[in-house]
């Protein structure tokens, strides 16, 4: 069990790369939004499903999804199955959704599944 530990701290490691990456892309797209044309927005109540099964993953998920600018995790439903997050700009609900579950709850799921 000696890599274990080396293992754990690198899927950390790729939670915190992984968001930081996020929150770079956000950034710019919100200055985009925020600088262009507002009628071209798009935002969108998206219903994420959760793969997560943790609390703790579940938790950590929410936050980043809200601390990632042009998103904010708005509630969890009963059932602890799906993530109502609203966006800022969405022209593409699915992608957005598929974007958010390959990136950030991908690496979560590293974690704390």
Do not use: Q
């Amino acid at each position: 069990h000696g890599g274990r530990p080396m293992k754990r701290a690198l899927a950390w490691i790729r939670v915190a790369v992984t968001f930081i990456v996020e929150l770079g892309k956000s950034t710019i797209a919100v200055v985009r939004a925020v600088l262009g044309p507002t009628e071209r927005l798009r935002p969108a109540i998206l219903a994420v499903p959760l793969d997560i099964r943790s609390s703790a993953g579940k938790v950590l998920f929410a936050n980043m999804v809200t601390l990632t600018p042009g998103t904010t995790s708005l509630d969890i439903s009963p059932d602890g199955r799906i993530l109502y997050v609203h966006v800022l700009d969405a022209p593409d609900r699915d992608a957005a959704i598929a974007d958010m579950k390959a990136t950030l709850e991908s690496r979560v799921r590293e974690v704390l599944p």
